[in-house]
Every structure is written in C-alpha cells, then in structure tokens.
C-alpha cells in the first residue's frame, strides 16, 4: 500500500486499522467478526466443522442452520428463525437475500416441496470443466475400469513428451476440478479420481 500523498515518511510504514477488500488478511478479518457476531447473538459454532453455526430454540425445539463460505452464507431450519436471522444481519451488515436458494458454491438446487425432495447437482460445473479442457466424450457408467492401474510405461510415455511441464500442469488441473465434484456431489468418480 503506498502512502497517502503529504504524509510520506522514509523508514515508516502505515498501520491498518481496519482491514481492506482485498488484502490476504481480509477473509480472516470478515471471518472472525462474523463469527463473534453470531456467537453474540446465542448461535453455537459447530464443532466439527467451523463455517456452521446453528441456534435451537429450548422452548419450541425449532432450529435454524447457518453454513458460510467467505461472505456467501445458507441458513436453513424454521423459517420464522431464517427471516429473524436476515433482519439480524441486516441490521448489522450490508447483505442482499436471495430468497430460496438455487445456487450455492458451484451447487445447483432444486427442491420439491410437494415431493418433500432436494436434489443437488454441478451439471454446469462439471460441463464447464469438460468443455474448458476439451474434455467432451460419451458418457459412461463407470468411469474407470476397476483393474486399471498406472504402468511405468505410461508414466514413460508422458514424461518424454516435448511439453511435459505443460502436460503435468494441465493433468493436476484437470485433476482438482475432478476433486471438487467429487467431494460435493459426484461420490461416484472418487475411485477414479483417487486412481490418476
């Protein structure tokens, strides 16, 4: 960050107060002041895994639940607690609510509530990765056959390919993105994800 023009001291810096969009600290802060703003208001931090936050009414025994990611947050449960939980943000942030969710995290939404169904999908996502790395075949059932494994040889032949760097660069590529579906919505691929 440079100075601010007529206040330049050589051999000083300046000190934030307050955190900046941007900076590498910046999710760190935002997390930690949303963390001490709903643990003010009664919420409990879930102990498995920090970017849930939960409240339970003792008396009529409905609840609401707050999953976060950065600065996108979820909040499922009661709805009377869902509408109590955005007029509290509100109050203390700048927020835009939009409505029933659709889309969270790469995650498609679709719910049913005459069927009493939520299905969860990446077809966009898992669309994207294989059109961005032209990676657009048949689909099939399995996506890897079970005895498959990896030979010297094909470790041989990828490694004496003129652009190896590139090659391996564009495989952990294609590797990650595979991850990601898997860890979310696409428990299937997790063999062949684990196998390349």
């Known amino acids: 960050m440079d100075s601010i023009s ?26 930690d002041l949303l963390s001490k703003t709903l643990l003010e208001a009664g919420y409990t931090q879930s102990d498995f895994d920090p970017c ?31 509408d109590e939980f955005v007029r509290f943000l509100e109050s203390k942030f700048t927020v835009r609510d939009l409505g029933e969710a659709k889309l969270f995290l790469g995650m498609e939404i679709e719910r049913n509530r005459k069927n009493r169904t939520i299905k969860i999908s990446q077809r966009t996502y898992i669309e994207n990765i294989t059109e961005k790395f032209g990676l657009l075949a048949n689909p099939v059932y399995v996506p890897i056959d079970s005895s498959y494994k990896p030979t010297a040889n094909n470790i041989n032949k990828a490694q004496k390919r003129p652009n190896y760097n590139e090659f391996v660069t564009l495989f952990r590529s294609i590797i990650g993105s595979c991850m990601y579906a898997q860890m979310l919505t696409r428990c299937d691929i997790g063999y062949a994800v684990s196998v390349l």
Do not use: N
């Not at 007529?6 to 997390?31: D, F, I, M, Q, T």
């Open 6 to 31: 007529g206040y330049e001291r050589p051999g000083y810096v300046l000190k934030l107060v307050r955190s900046l969009y941007g900076l590498k600290s910046s999710p760190k802060h935002w997390a």
């Open 52 to 82: 849930l936050y939960f409240y339970k009414c003792s008396k009529t025994g409905k609840e609401v639940y707050i999953t976060c990611y950065v600065d996108d947050l979820m909040a499922t449960g009661d709805q009377g607690f869902i």
